[in-house]
Nanobody, 124 residues
Framework: QVQLVESGGGLVQAGGSLRLSCAAS????????MGWFRQAPGKEREFVAF????????HYADPVKGRFTISRDNAKNTVYLQMNSLKPEDTAVYYC?????????????????WGQGTQVTVSS
């Protein structure tokens, strides 16, 4: 069983930055592919970014390219999402997800494990 706990959300003004963290349990975190997703009120959960088990491969949704950076520290069992130049449309609950088979996906349905989410609110 994998447990994921997100942190780092909050209220920030447009143009500001936040760094989200997702701490994972389990001794095999280094073999997991990890993803970040977000869900705004009244909208479906959408892909934000993913990172391969070794951190070599990353991929971003178009709305966040050039502003967000996903990274991981396997020694700390943690994946990060650095968010810069935040916009009001980035307001959402942000979730991290894990694929224990090490496969990266844009489809949230392919991830087996999810955190509880952390709220990010960007004011204009």
């Amino acid at each position: 069983q994998v447990q994921l706990v997100e942190s780092g959300g909050g209220l920030v003004q447009a143009g500001g930055s936040l760094r989200l963290s997702c701490a994972a349990s389990g001794r095999t975190f280094s073999s997991y592919a990890m993803g970040w997703f977000r869900q705004a009120p009244g909208k479906e959960r959408e892909f934000v970014a993913f990172i391969s088990w070794n951190g070599v491969n990353t991929h971003y949704a178009d709305p966040v390219k050039g502003r967000f950076t996903i990274s991981r520290d396997n020694a700390k069992n943690t994946v990060y999402l650095q968010m810069n130049s935040l916009k009001p449309e980035d307001t959402a609950v942000y979730y991290c997800a894990a694929d224990a088979w090490g496969n990266t996906h844009r489809d949230p349905g392919q991830y087996e494990y999810w955190g509880q989410g952390t709220q990010v609110t960007v004011s204009s």
